[in-house]
């Protein structure tokens, strides 16, 4: 059980990148899932999620407009689209599926602004 992030990288300011969260042994449709992020010697901080309803919440005003959060069932995959990116949003990307207080995290992958 367990979930596989893919899709980091380097992106120059104003770019785009698009990171995947592959679930396997069991089915992500069922979960609530979310992406977080951490700068090193900060706190693991909320981007988006989420719940099984596809119902999005975001959390603080750095995402609003540029980020967004997508699923494809048939993959068993949720996806983060990031675009028009800052150097703010340079981090370790993670993404979460959690249900009924059982919690995934994938390993992290990481993305970096920067011309």
């Known amino acids: 059980l367990q979930l596989v992030e893919s899709g980091g990288g380097l992106v120059q300011p104003g770019g785009s990148l698009r990171l995947s969260c592959a679930a396997s042994?069991?089915?992500?449709?069922?979960?609530?899932i979310g992406w977080f992020r951490q700068v090193s010697g900060k706190v693991r901080e909320g981007v988006l999620c989420a719940n099984a309803r596809d119902e999005t919440t975001r959390w603080g005003d750095s995402v609003k407009g540029r980020f967004t959060i997508a699923r494809d069932n048939a993959k068993n995959t949720v996806y983060l689209q990031m675009n028009n990116m800052k150097s703010e949003d340079t981090a370790v990307y993670y993404c979460?599926?959690?249900?009924?207080?059982?919690?995934?995290w994938g390993q992290g992958t990481q993305v970096t602004v920067s011309s």
């Open positions: 979460n599926a959690e249900a009924g207080g059982t919690n995934y």
């Open positions: 042994g069991f089915t992500l449709a069922n979960y609530a």
